[in-house]
């Protein structure tokens, strides 16, 4: 399909857990299902802004991420 970088397929939740990224129980029966979970990083891969819910139907709306990188670019003067 073109894609030009890596997908993850983590059947078995093993990088979810490592990452407390598993919302047990949260899923259809009772079975555990990922965290919606939205990460920046800047070009050296430091994390600078995490949205991390407990619901799955909450997701970082454009503006909130909008605005977490105008707040990185102010904290850093640069955009990465």
Do not use: C, Q
Request: aromatic content about 8%; cysteine-free; hydrophobic content about 35%.
């Amino acid at each position: 399909r073109g894609y030009t970088y890596p997908i993850l397929s983590d059947e078995k939740m093993d990088v979810l857990r490592k990452y407390d990224l598993v919302h047990a129980g949260g899923g259809s029966g009772g079975a555990d299902i990922a965290r919606p979970a939205e990460f920046l990083l800047d070009g050296d891969g430091v994390v600078r802004w995490v949205n991390l819910t407990d619901n799955y139907k909450t997701r970082a709306t454009p503006a909130m991420v909008l605005k977490a990188l105008d707040e990185i670019e102010s904290s850093t003067g640069t955009r990465k």
